[in-house]
């Protein structure tokens, strides 16, 4: 099994910003695509960012230059630096990663999710 720790979730006022943490630990062979998604009130759950093993990025068109998805492959840790808030960004995110328990044996994993609340 393996189990995805998320943190940096918070309130914070428009314009500012946030950075969110997702740790993969347990049984883990190799790890490809990590990511970010998240879900507002009402909304369907929608892609915000993914990075893969040879850190090709993208992006929903809504975050594009205002956040950064990036991954320390050692610590099997992916970031979501996340500026210029609005409050149309409040949602919770979620974590997801796509891990190899063994030799061609691929899940896909997410997160509990983190509260990001933006204030106008």
């Known amino acids: 099994q393996v189990q995805l720790v998320e943190s940096g979730g918070g309130l914070v006022q428009a314009g500012g910003s946030l950075r969110l943490s997702c740790t993969a630990s347990?049984?883990?062979?190799?790890?490809?695509?990590m990511g970010w998604y998240r879900q507002a009130p009402g909304k369907q759950r929608e892609l915000v960012a993914r990075i893969t093993s040879s850190r090709n990025t993208n992006y929903a068109d809504s975050v594009k230059g205002r956040f950064t998805i990036s991954r320390d492959s050692a610590k099997n840790t992916v970031n979501l630096q996340m500026n210029s808030l609005g409050p149309e960004d409040t949602a919770t995110y979620y974590c997801?990663?796509?891990?190899?328990?063994?030799?061609?044996?691929?899940?896909?994993?997410w997160g509990q999710g983190t509260q990001v609340t933006v204030s106008s």
């Open positions: 347990g049984r883990i062979f190799s790890i490809n695509d």
């Open positions: 997801n990663v796509d891990v190899a328990e063994a030799v061609s044996r691929w899940r896909n994993y």
